[in-house]
């Protein structure tokens, strides 16, 4: 199993982007997807979660400007980041809890990151 995130960058104080997350590989179900972030010199942190209903959190330093949603038929899961500030500048992982085929448990899988950046 593979979760492979893409749509970070650059962008001004203010923006938006818009992160994606595409798990690949033997999957039979996909449970709840989370996005992390880590920023430099600061331990990783949970920023948002979506269950396999649509049900959502988010941590309060993103409430209101971050948005998760996630396609079930494609394995996929996004987050888009509205109001970027500088201190939302980290590198942003996806994860999520999968089931492969043939076996009965899910296991726990990340995603290698990708930067967010924010100028001022």
């Known amino acids: 199993v593979q979760l492979v995130e893409s749509g970070g960058g650059l962008v001004q104080a203010g923006g938006s982007l818009r992160l994606s997350c595409a798990a690949s590989?033997?999957?039979?179900?996909?449970?709840?997807m989370r996005w992390y972030r880590q920023a430099p010199g600061k331990q990783r942190e949970w920023v948002a979660a979506?269950?396999?209903?649509?049900?959502?959190n988010y941590a309060d330093s993103v409430k209101g400007r971050f948005t998760i949603s996630r396609d079930n038929a494609n394995n996929t899961v996004y987050l888009q980041m509205n109001s970027l500030k500088p201190e939302d500048i980290a590198v942003y992982y996806c994860?999520?809890?999968?089931?492969?085929?043939?076996?009965?448990?899910?296991?726990?899988?990340w995603g290698q990151g990708t930067q967010v950046t924010v100028s001022s």
């Open positions: 994860n999520a809890d999968i089931r492969t085929s043939g076996t009965s448990t899910f296991r726990n899988y």
């Open positions: 590989g033997s999957i039979f179900s996909i449970s709840t």
């Open positions: 979506i269950l396999t209903d649509g049900r959502t």
